[in-house]
């Protein structure tokens, strides 16, 4: 008990009476912080069942041909703040847990579009030959690659992120989907979603994206273009026109969401 109390008169001295409790909470808020972390890691984010327009859009993908090996791959592109990682996490739940690649995780600062060698030889390449792909991702904070994950040949690989229907990605996409939102909105968006901490890297983004859609831009190539509603998802032909069967996508999907 001696040490406890040489410790307690130790705090008493360093941080006055008033406050010396405060030391020997430290502890206890620990302990607390990491019981919030463990229990946020096992209890996923809650996230709205898809709606019918989602399904419905899930339902066509089922039925189009392989177009990258045994591959469907659907490419969810448009501009940054649009609303595609919501969007591609709703159609990848439709799917029943198809796998989904961000770009994001491909990219890196000082890569933000020159990134096609690395996903065509780390991705493109074996999912083409029926082999799971291997790629690593960028960890944007430490600003290095990290461990290798695995992205197997499932049915349907949904590839969401800026630039997800670029030339050198087309060939290989069985659809391409195009969030319908004006740029300036969605930078907005983007800008608000991320904060201050961010503001130096949106000053750099936002030119570097207009010079990627000025020489290689996807909106024009998409099938189907996605639009967010008061109450959910709408889709709609896009200039490539339709793919697949003519089928009414319509529906509302439940609340927008921003990404």
Same mark, same amino acid.
């Given at each position: ?17 008033? $406050?010396?409790?405060?030391? +020997? ?15 946020? /890691? ?11 327009? #989602? ?15 045994? =591959? ?27 796998? =989904? ?21 780390? =991705?493109?390449?074996?999912?083409? $030959? ?26 349907? =690989? ?38 201050? /901490?961010?503001?130096?890297? +949106?000053?750099? +983004? ?5 010079? $990627? ?22 889709? #709609? ?13 319509? $529906? ?8």
């Amino acid at each position: 008990m001696r040490h406890i109390a040489a410790q307690r008169a130790w705090s008493r001295q360093h941080f006055g009476p008033r $406050h010396a409790h405060q030391y +020997w909470r430290r502890p206890l808020a620990r302990a607390e912080d990491t019981v919030v972390r463990v229990l946020r /890691e096992m209890i996923p984010p809650f996230r709205p069942a898809p709606g019918p327009a #989602v399904r419905d859009l899930a339902s066509l993908i089922r039925r189009l041909p392989p177009s990258c090996g045994p =591959v469907r791959l659907v490419g969810v592109d448009g501009h940054a703040g649009s609303g595609k990682t919501t969007f591609a996490e709703q159609l990848a739940m439709a799917l029943g847990g198809a796998p =989904v690649l961000r770009l994001d995780d491909i990219a890196t600062h000082d890569e933000l579009f020159d990134w096609t060698g690395r996903l065509q030889d780390q =991705v493109i390449e074996p999912l083409a $030959h029926g082999r799971t792909a291997h790629y690593a991702p960028y960890d944007w904070r430490a600003r290095r690659f990290g461990a290798p994950r695995p992205l197997p040949p499932a049915p349907v =690989v949904v590839v969401e992120g800026v630039g997800a229907g670029r030339r050198a990605l087309r060939p290989h996409l069985a659809l391409l989907l195009w969030m319908e939102l004006p740029r300036e909105e969605a930078w907005a968006r983007g800008r608000s979603r991320d904060g201050e /901490e961010q503001r130096e890297f +949106w000053n750099g +983004w936002v030119p570097a994206e207009r010079r $990627h859609f000025a020489d290689d831009p996807s909106r024009p190539f998409a099938g189907l273009l996605v639009l967010q509603r008061e109450k959910g998802y709408e889709v #709609v032909p896009g200039p490539a026109g339709t793919v697949g069967p003519d089928q009414p996508l319509t $529906h509302g999907d439940g609340p927008p969401a921003v990404c």
